[in-house]
């Protein structure tokens, strides 16, 4: 896979870093981290989405470091097959550049790459969350739930965020989240605050467990917990 290029990509996301070097590295404390990928479509007209990913995702580490703290992986897809997957990274610093240099590019979605890669990774090593942002899916829907349930059957859900109103976009990642093990929300407007809320639930996921996200106050946390299947006995 391709390593994610370093070049910032808009004078927005040039801000953003230049802001998010004055902040403290988080380190992890005696706990080994939890491991999540955080994967996102970058086709097309998606720039905008991908910057405000960029500029909200230093929050998780912050979120996660009270639970045991966390290493994320980005990957990405665009343009005609392209995937791309970064180390697991446990400094938001190191991620928003490695994520400021990418610009999206025109191609079919991949999700079910996004999936096999995942279940790849967690073979390795635990990863215990996916996070999955995109607003389509160009793909066949059976071949996706498959995929999805292999990774559940491996431990790792798969939280999917909507942008967009596409309907079966809805139907098949709604799916996709159930059979994994995980949770769906449409996210409306385009809202960094509420891509924020969200991606910081998953993170206290990922690092601490259901007891950890139980813990956590507001509306995300609880409707993420809602979604998740009951623990085995």
């Not at 370093?6 to 380190?27: D, G």
């Not at 407007?189 to 969200?198: H, T």
Request: net charge positive; charged share 20%; aromatic share 6%.
């Amino acid at each position: 896979m391709a390593n994610l290029p370093a070049r910032p990509a808009s004078a927005a996301v040039s801000a953003f870093l230049k802001q998010v070097e004055s902040l403290p590295a988080v380190r992890a404390g005696t706990h080994r981290p939890g491991r999540l990928i955080f994967a996102i479509d970058a086709t097309a007209s998606r720039q905008p989405s991908w910057d405000r990913a960029c500029a909200v995702q230093a929050d998780m580490f912050q979120a996660a470091a009270a639970h045991g703290g966390l290493a994320v992986q980005l990957a990405y897809y665009r343009g005609f097959g392209e995937f791309a997957a970064t180390p697991f990274l446990t400094d938001g610093r190191d991620l928003a550049r490695r994520m400021s240099g990418v610009s999206c590019l025109g191609g079919h979605t991949q999700i079910g790459r996004v999936l096999a890669h995942a279940e790849t990774e967690t073979a390795r090593e635990k990863v215990a969350a996916l996070v999955f942002v995109g607003d389509a899916v160009e793909e066949e829907a059976d071949a996706l739930c498959h995929a999805a349930g292999r990774l559940g059957l491996r431990g790792t859900p798969a939280f999917v965020f909507q942008e967009g109103e596409d309907p079966v976009a809805t139907g098949v990642l709604r799916q996709v989240a159930k059979l994994s093990g995980g949770a769906h929300r449409r996210l409306d407007g385009g809202s960094a605050a509420a891509l924020r809320e969200w991606l910081n639930a998953v993170a206290v996921f990922a690092a601490g467990g259901r007891a950890a996200l139980a813990r956590l106050q507001g509306s995300a946390a609880r409707t993420l917990a809602a979604q998740l299947p009951a623990p085995p006995r």
